[in-house]
């Protein structure tokens, strides 16, 4: 039992690169999330989803786009990076079809620099 | 949305000290209320939790105390070890639309304890 699997653990993109960021989880949870991670500023949430085919936007989503086809995978496309993306990102997955009143499990995190 | 305040930023005790931190939430429908623990390049992970149905939760060093009315709460460890030096989390849901689906986090406590 992995639990949340994140790749790749680091990434370093130029200015106006686009890259993928994976998450997996083999936990059967509906519920997935992307959290961006910076010095001083806690967690801040980037996009979810409650299931497959249904994704909403958190409380930073500009720039970037998520999808999910299935249950297990949750990717977080960067479009055109910027240096204000350069962060610590972290996927997390509960299962919960009612909201969020279950545990969080959260994957080891991508470390992330744009130049 | 959710507005989770988070004190102190950083705290440092002496080994076999009891250790608190402190929450307020803005959204008076949240009812969830984790406590996450984030070791050195790791993800979060939930230490403790409690419902709005309950007043206090412990488990074994950890306790968590909830004030509904005041909109308040609290993590306290007892007996601290260096080994429960991290960063500290608290969360509350955004309840919107009669569901949780966005969990706000605090901006974290850095725990040190002393040997």
């Known amino acids: 039992n992995a639990g949340v699997t994140q790749t790749p653990k680091f990434q370093v993109l130029k200015t106006g690169q686009s890259m993928t960021l994976q998450c997996a989880q083999d936990?059967?949870?509906?519920?997935m999330s992307w959290y961006r991670q910076d010095p001083g500023m806690g967690l801040r949430l980037i996009h979810y989803?409650?299931?497959?085919?249904?994704?909403d936007q958190g409380e930073v989503p500009n720039g970037y786009n998520v999808s999910r086809s299935t249950t297990e995978d949750f990717p977080l496309r960067l479009l055109s990076a910027a240096p204000s993306q350069t962060s610590v990102y972290f996927c997390?997955?509960?299962?919960?079809?009612?909201?969020?009143?279950?545990?969080?499990?959260f994957g080891n995190g991508t470390r992330l620099t744009v130049t | 949305g959710e507005n989770v305040e988070q004190h102190p930023s950083t705290l440092s005790v002496q080994e076999g000290d009891s250790a608190v931190i402190k929450c307020t939430y803005s959204?008076?429908?949240?009812?969830?209320f984790p406590w996450y623990k984030q070791e050195l390049g790791k993800g979060p992970q939930l230490i403790i939790d409690?419902?709005?149905?309950?007043g206090e939760k412990k488990d074994q060093r950890i306790a968590v105390t909830l004030n509904k009315t005041a909109k308040h709460f609290s993590l306290h460890i007892t007996e601290t070890q260096p080994e429960d030096s991290a960063v500290y989390f608290c969360?509350?849901?955004?309840?919107?639309?009669?569901?949780?689906?966005?969990?706000?986090f605090g901006k974290g406590t850095l725990l040190t304890v002393n040997p």
């Open positions: 997390a997955s509960s299962y919960s079809y009612r909201g969020l009143d279950s545990p969080l499990h």
């Open positions: 409690i419902r709005s149905n309950v």
């Open positions: 936990m059967n949870h509906e519920y």
């Open positions: 959204d008076s429908a949240s009812n969830y």
């Open positions: 989803s409650v299931g497959a085919g249904i994704t």
């Open positions: 969360a509350a849901p955004s309840n919107s639309g009669g569901s949780n689906y966005k969990l706000t």
